[in-house]
């Protein structure tokens, strides 16, 4: 004889998984533990957004954590000061050259890696990551004498040299960023449908075709991401700018800053407000891309 049992709405409240237990009192930690992070970090730089409306004479006398003395003279002031009309234009010749190459030699890069395989394919990889390894500083004294000693016409450089001019620090920031974007996109290319490249063997397509009609296109969000973030790694180069060019007319705008700065005094509101006009840019290019930026993130993290 069996037993025949009846599902009662009290039995199935009972069987019912209980909501709770020892962890529920703590879902609310991680959330509060985030925001208090985020508070800590984004703490210098609303106070450096604060302040550069703030005139120097009230901060000076009432300390940088108080509330008023408001004014948009900081910005006029650092705009004039700094000349930031012609460093502007600098920074663009030098930042699109440079992303655009960088992105376009690490394509042809981590297409070769992840396409072929070969003894040296990894060995290729290495090589061109390496430049990513060693800090730049190490290298300063190398370069330096390689430029100098490398001629070029004089309508590329004043001096006859790749020192002080545009294309040198433009080949110096595809040198040292080629090796990342080529060790992504290489992982990400490794990712695609091998079954898409036989098709197109078969139908006849060359490897140049390849390349351009599907390798690219696949690309596209991890070539978004990859293309904010190295934006905003050469507009705030500073290091290589300041060595490699020697005329102040040709510096990037981040080198202008130094113009803000006084021999016995500087004011540090002066300074935030040209570091916020500084700063618009790239705020601009994240948020214009930013589908494709955290498109390309995620897409990146699933893929093998």
């Not at 002031?77 to 376009?104: E, K, R």
């Not at 690490?106 to 800090?135: E, H, I, K, T, W």
Request: charge should be positive.
């Amino acid at each position: 004889m069996t037993d025949i049992t009846v599902d009662t709405p009290r039995a199935k409240a009972r069987r019912a998984p209980r909501e709770g237990g020892p962890s529920s009192g703590r879902r609310w930690v991680m959330p509060v533990v985030l925001t208090v992070i985020s508070l800590i970090w984004l703490f210098p730089i609303l106070l450096a957004v604060v302040n550069s409306f703030r005139d120097y004479a009230y901060t000076a006398k009432y300390g940088y954590v108080s509330w008023g003395g408001f004014t948009i003279d900081n910005y006029k002031n650092a705009w004039q000061q700094a000349d930031f009309g012609i460093h502007f234009w600098n920074s663009l010749i030098i930042t699109v050259p440079a992303v655009l190459l960088t992105l376009f030699l690490s394509c042809c890069v981590a297409f070769v890696v992840a396409r072929f395989s070969y003894r040296f394919n990894l060995a290729l990889l290495g090589f061109f990551l390496a430049a990513n390894l060693l800090p730049p500083q190490a290298l300063l004294i190398p370069v330096y004498r390689m430029f100098r000693a490398i001629t070029v016409p004089l309508w590329v450089s004043d001096s006859g040299t790749l020192l002080n001019s545009f294309a040198g620090l433009i080949l110096v920031n595809v040198a040292f960023q080629t090796g990342f974007c080529a060790f992504v996109l290489s992982n990400y290319m490794k990712a695609l449908p091998r079954e898409l490249y036989e098709s197109a063997v078969i139908d006849g397509a060359g490897v140049l075709r390849q390349f351009f009609t599907i390798t690219l296109p696949l690309c596209r969000p991890a070539l978004a991401a990859l293309a904010v973030l190295q934006t905003t790694w050469i507009y705030n180069e500073f290091f290589w700018a300041t060595v490699l060019l020697q005329q102040g007319d040709k510096f990037p705008v981040t080198s202008s800053l130094n113009n803000l700065r006084g021999q016995f005094f500087t004011d540090n509101n002066l300074v935030a407000a040209g570091s916020m006009i500084v700063a618009i840019p790239t705020l601009i290019i994240f948020f214009v891309l930013q589908r494709h930026f955290v498109a390309g993130l995620t897409l990146g993290a699933t893929k093998g």
